[in-house]
């Protein structure tokens, strides 16, 4: 079993009002979780990325105010006070360059000798673009052929240098980029830096097929998992590569208590701190694209259409067929008679593995054991202790199981995931 940690900052997952939540721009906070992944052996440690602070009915939504630094070089930080945990950037190819990023990732990858990862990500919003010189320039429908050629020139780069440590010229002629030079990072200790995946959509299945290390996905269900697992490593054949090529990983939440009763309840009280009242209308309106901040969250759903073309939320993906959405929305309320924030509370973002350690370590063994993951990207809901216990509690009964490892057996995050250094190709 592969495990990692995410980072819990601006997201609605993470429990801000909780008196033992602290800052997550402040270094101390990523220090204290990559620490505590690294006391469970975890392969790596996970950063996610935001290129524009969102709005939200033409305000900064609340979550963004607290900022979001850039990952690599917290990262970079954090190489100098770990020993062997990997180190995941989320970076955008929608508004990077393939030099100047195949660089930064390089020299990272040398600085922690051996243990960079990547997490490729795609934009094409206009408003993320206004950030940006060539705002808005890019079509959706390019997002994915320029990531592909992206990560294909970057590979390029990092086979500039040969294995001795002899630079040569480097040519890319290419539908998105044209480039020559001369490479300045030798060949970093894993010879290319990991390279993580996150996308559901064909296009993205497909692109993890065939470029990616590592998918993290949102398929937190048993059923759902093995769906999705069993659909990318199907994929893989086409490209050459074999199933343990490509570790798949999704993004979990964890709930811990003394006893499984214990632990149901604890994530319920979770649960209603993460939809407060307000939040439950924010909720409602990204679905909705409509400002209902005069409807009561304790009472019953919108009875008016979404509005598909709204540009009330900015920065945030609207997930789905709206009208779909809010129909099964109000099938799920009318059902159970539920009001607006019982119906939000009901239909996202609830915890993936609930109970007591021994019946958490049960059922990610499960989920292993049944072809729905390789392994899973932890996400805590506090800043930044939330991983403490699981590491305390959890990794220890896992080990006994033997599915997860004791100790460390390589210097590198290759080494972690089992993954080989690639073939050279200069």
């Not at 934009?123 to 808005?136: I, K, L, M």
């Not at 292993?368 to 390789?374: K, N, P």
């Amino acid at each position: 079993m592969h495990l990692a940690a995410h980072f819990p900052g601006v997201n609605n997952t993470t429990v801000w009002a909780d008196p033992r939540s602290r800052s997550q721009i402040d270094f101390s906070s990523f220090e204290h979780l990559a620490r505590a992944a690294e006391r469970g052996t975890f392969d790596f440690f996970f950063l996610a990325e935001g290129l524009r602070l969102r709005e939200h009915n033409g305000r900064i939504h609340d979550l963004d105010v607290v900022g979001r630094p850039e990952s690599l070089t917290v990262l970079a930080a954090l190489a100098a006070v770990t020993d062997r945990l990997g180190l995941a950037a989320t970076v955008n190819t929608t508004f990077n360059e393939p030099y100047e990023l195949a660089r930064r990732l390089a020299t990272l990858d040398h600085l922690s000798e051996g243990r960079a990862a990547w997490n490729v990500v795609t934009s094409s919003d206009a408003f993320t673009g206004e950030n940006f010189r060539r705002g808005g320039y890019l079509d959706r429908a390019d997002r994915y052929t320029r990531a592909a050629e992206f990560v294909a020139t970057a590979r390029e780069l990092w086979d500039a240098w040969t294995p001795d440590g002899t630079p040569r010229p480097f040519r890319h002629q290419g539908q998105h980029f044209a480039i020559e030079g001369e490479f300045t990072v030798p060949r970093s200790p894993q010879g290319h830096p990991v390279v993580i995946q996150a996308g559901d959509s064909p296009e993205g299945r497909e692109f993890a097929a065939s470029t990616a290390d590592v998918v993290f996905t949102r398929h937190g269900t048993l059923e759902e998992g093995r769906a999705f697992y069993a659909d990318v490593k199907a994929r893989l054949a086409r490209y050459g590569r074999e199933p343990d090529e490509l570790k798949i990983m999704p993004g979990v939440t964890f709930v811990l208590g003394d006893s499984d009763a214990d632990a149901q309840e604890r994530a319920a009280g979770i649960r209603l701190q993460q939809v407060s009242p307000q939040n439950a209308l924010l909720a409602l309106e990204q679905i909705w694209g409509r400002d209902l901040s005069s409807y009561d969250p304790d009472g019953p759903l919108p009875d008016i259409d979404p509005d598909p073309e709204s540009s009330l939320v900015q920065g945030r993906v609207r997930h789905g067929d709206p009208f779909a959405v809010a129909a099964r929305w109000r099938a799920l309320s009318e059902e159970k008679g539920l009001s607006i924030r019982q119906t939000v509370i009901e239909t996202t973002g609830r915890q993936s593995f609930i109970g007591s350690p021994r019946t958490v370590a049960e059922r990610l063994t499960e989920f292993v054991a049944a072809g729905a993951a390789d392994g899973f990207i932890l996400v805590p809901h506090l800043t930044p202790g939330g991983l403490d216990d699981f590491v305390d509690l959890v990794v220890p009964l896992l080990r006994e199981r033997g599915v997860f490892r004791s100790a460390y057996t390589g210097p590198t995050l290759r080494s972690h995931l089992g993954l080989a250094e690639p073939v050279w190709k200069g």
